[in-house]
């Protein structure tokens, strides 16, 4: 079975940083496009970033760009979230999910990933 598990959130002050991870097992990690969403308290899951199955191509939400990396290594099965100058704004459950061996132009909805981990708790205090 897939499985996606994140990891790297915590308690963190505002202009600091966090590396997230998403190991993944059940699945061909190198043939799936890789996403990362977010949902804070009383608010919708929204999109944060994603990149292609090869690492080449990745898109950023709007509210991040500038500020947050995607990147994977697929030879460890690992997905990351690399998050600088980290703002109240962020303080999320950050969910990683794989999608198609594409980028569809429907990146930011979450009915076009497949499966989806349990999630990692990002706090900023101000």
């Known amino acids: 079975q897939v499985q996606l598990l994140e990891s790297g959130g915590g308690l963190v002050q505002a202009g600091d940083s966090l590396r997230l991870s998403c190991g993944a097992s059940g699945l061909t990690f190198g043939a799936h496009s890789m996403g990362w969403f977010r949902q804070a308290p009383g608010e919708e899951r929204e999109f944060v970033a994603v990149i292609s199955a090869n690492g080449v191509t990745q898109y950023y939400a709007d509210l991040v760009k500038g500020r947050f990396t995607i990147s994977r290594d697929n030879a460890k099965n690992t997905l990351y979230l690399q998050m600088n100058n980290l703002k109240s704004e962020d303080t999320a459950v950050y969910y990683c999910?794989?999608?198609?061996?594409?980028?569809?132009?429907?990146?930011?909805?979450?009915?076009?990933?497949?499966?989806w981990g349990q999630g990692t708790q990002v706090t900023v205090s101000s």
């Open positions: 999910a794989a999608g198609r061996t594409t980028i569809y132009i429907t990146y930011r909805n979450q009915a076009s990933y497949n499966h």
